[in-house]
């Protein structure tokens, strides 16, 4: 058995939104999946199945045999405990301080009352320092999370997730509200993460071209549909057309074009 | 529609909106006898009678240690009331707001019963209390108390939607427990903005329980009617000097507190 396998999901909002329309895959470990596909194709309301952000309707998701449906109480904080994620927007307690912000990954593995009192352990903090220093933010280890740029933030936010110690790290848009350089650095430490400590990782993102460079596999969605499951390599305009629609697709053709050109 | 006929129905819609305002205007100063030439001709008089009769003389100034000591009283009524309202109206907006909901139908019940207290004035609050609590301090109190909680209540709630949604969750997702997720996450992102609003019902309070000392013959409202009715101007008026004063240092100390939490 693959170490997430999610079988016929099916999600609604209200009466006849459906965000999710019968979604089966599996990932086997280690992997590094792109999820492509427009606003609104159930990208987002995906990855939040899997740490039970939200709950669906109908179908089941296994993470390393456990039926992640059924959680409930202590054992769903353990399960999210052991998922990062991380978000387009970076969700970051602005006031605190970058080492507070990555230290808040270690709360979902504390007791309530340490968790209450901020009573992180003389490890978590030696962790922290680890991961603030790989991911090159040590100058900032005290600068409030409001002082920082996107790309820092981002970074931040990715150090929250690793310091859960996860077996898989969930990333929604990350580089979304980015500048492409500090978004090709954000992918760069995402598949760096993902090479060295064998995290499996899954990314949404909607820029084809960025998601066709870092997938070892693309999955492409349009209205809560699987339309795409294979090898970056394999994606031909024919996807391109049917997971963004024909207009997108010339829009695209042309930008390749014009790479060309240049 | 031409440009010409949409400005000019622009202005025609102006014009009527103008001569409503006028027409209530008139209307009630007609119903209610009320001759604003004649108010605005009497101003002059009112400021000469008030320079001619309010001035502190010496036995006024012999008065300054009571009427400090009332002050004191009203001030820390009102500090008093405030501060133990916020505690009651965090619990109440985290109970109630959107993103830290104990239940669906918490926001409900908590927006509610702030609605109930924000909304009958402060005066109202003492009148209906002076039935149960008679003319005592503690009818001030209470009357501060519910509008402040009222008010509180929802103004946190508001804030903690506004701010912290976000980071909220983001440590749901790394399985942090509720009230790990309030204390790390909610009360930091939100305390600047509480503590302001806070700041701000003491500076209310502090003149409102002026006011409604006069009702329930408590603290410097009280003292201020017994001088005015026994015909004591210089001491009134020495009175409202101390007020004007006391409410000016509040707001220049809040100010200096907000800009040293922000």
Redesign the interface.
Known sequence: MAFLEITDLTKRYGAETVALDGITLSVERGAFVVIIGPSGAGKSTLLRCI?R?IDWGSGEIMLDGVAVGALAGPA??????????V?Q????????SVLENVL???????S?LA????LYSAEAQQEALRIVQMLGLEPQLYKRCDQLSGGQKQRV?IG?ALI?NPALLLCDEPIASLDPNAARVIMDTLAGINRTLGITVLVNLHQVDVALRYAGRIIGVNQGRVVYDGPPAGVTRDHIAMIYGAEADELLIERQVTDVAA | MLPREYLLRRRVWAGIGLAVIVALASGASWLTDFDLARALRAFPEAAGWAVANFVPDAAAWRRLPKILDKLNETILMAVASSTVAALFALVFAIAGARTTAVHPWAGLVSRGVATVFRNIDVSAWALILLFSFGQSAYTGYLALFFVTFGFLVRVMIETIDEV?T??V?????????Y???????VI??C??RMLSWLLFMIETNIRSATLVGILTGTGIGFQFDLYYKSFNYPAASLLVLVVVLAVLAIEVSSNAIRRAVL
């Open positions: 740490n952000m769903l904080r353990r399960h999210r405990s052991r998922i990062g994620m978000f927007h970076y969700n970051l307690v602005n006031r605190l808040h990954g270690r709360l979902g593995a504390m309530s968790g209450v009192l901020g936010g929250r859960q | 912290s976000d980071s969750e983001a440590l749901r997702a790394t399985g942090a427990a009230t790990a997720i309030i204390s790390q996450s930091p992102a305390l600047p």
